[in-house]
T-cell receptor, first 114, second 112 residues
Framework: NAGVTQTPKFQVLKTGQSMTLQCAQD?????MSWYRQDPGMGLRLIHY???????DQGEVPNGYNVSRSTTEDFPLRLLSAAPSQTSVYFC?????????????FGSGTRLTVV | SQQGEEDPQALSIQEGENATMNCSYKTSINNLQWYRQNSGRGLVHLIL?????REKHSGRLRVTLDTSKKSSSLLITASRAADTASYFCATTGESGYSTLTFGKGTMLLVSP
């Protein structure tokens, strides 16, 4: 089924560990984004990409890295996990940057940092 | 910073009633979108309304947009228990080719 696939669905990390959240889409969308969702805060943009090889920072980029080597994949790297990064992470993609169509979201990765 | 603010934060109604949620935003937009999120799941796109449109319908959904007041409303008619979810408005920048900026959402509970 066409869509956005995120792995893993759940992860527990110790403070200071690093990990990569995976995101893949098979819709040939140019735009891909990472959001984090915290209780009472809605969704906040971490990083985004408008095409392979092009990435930019969002509202809350500190502690995270991204790269976009292919159109399909947009991994999010946590460099040194901190308890403040405990959150639910969503990857989303769209064509035309949401100007005509909505974004398609993955099912999320629930991350706990202890 | 959050672009949109939904109102109310929570809404509880009975099946068959209409539900209205409001969204206000701060800066000029290309379009405004509404998303639904069921508990523990990803967001699902419901409807998109462009800045030059005033009203749009999709099934039981009706969205209005007032750019002079920087506000939008989402009306769900004849609510069902399956409509229980959180609803978020999100805006795109003036160029349109941009990321989404979300509000904090309205939690809707529809009781049988």
């Amino acid at each position: 089924n066409a869509g956005v696939t995120q792995t893993p669905k759940f992860q527990v990390l110790k403070t200071g560990q690093s990990m990569t959240l995976q995101c893949a889409q098979d819709m040939n969308h140019e735009y891909m984004s990472w959001y984090r969702q915290d209780p009472g805060m809605g969704l906040r943009l971490i990083h985004y990409s408008v095409g392979a090889g092009i990435t930019d920072q969002g509202e809350v980029p500190n502690g995270y890295n991204v790269s976009r080597s292919t159109t399909e994949d947009f991994p999010l790297r946590l460099l040194s996990a901190a308890p403040s990064q405990t959150s639910v992470y969503f990857c989303a993609s769209s064509t035309q940057g949401g100007s005509s169509y909505g974004y398609t979201f993955g099912s999320g990765t629930r991350l706990t940092v202890v | 910073s959050q672009q949109g603010e939904e109102d109310p934060q929570a809404l509880s109604i009975q099946e068959g009633e209409n539900a209205t949620m409001n969204c206000s935003y701060k800066t000029s937009i290309n379009n405004l979108q509404w998303y639904r999120q069921n508990s523990g799941r990803g967001l699902v796109h419901l409807i998109l309304i462009r800045s030059n449109e005033r009203e749009k319908h999709s099934g039981r959904l009706r969205v209005t947009l007032d750019t002079s007041k920087k506000s939008s409303s989402l009306l769900i008619t004849a609510s069902r228990a399956a409509d229980t979810a959180s609803y978020f408005c999100a805006t795109t920048g003036e160029s349109g080719y941009s990321t989404l900026t979300f509000g904090k959402g309205t939690m809707l509970l529809v009781s049988p």
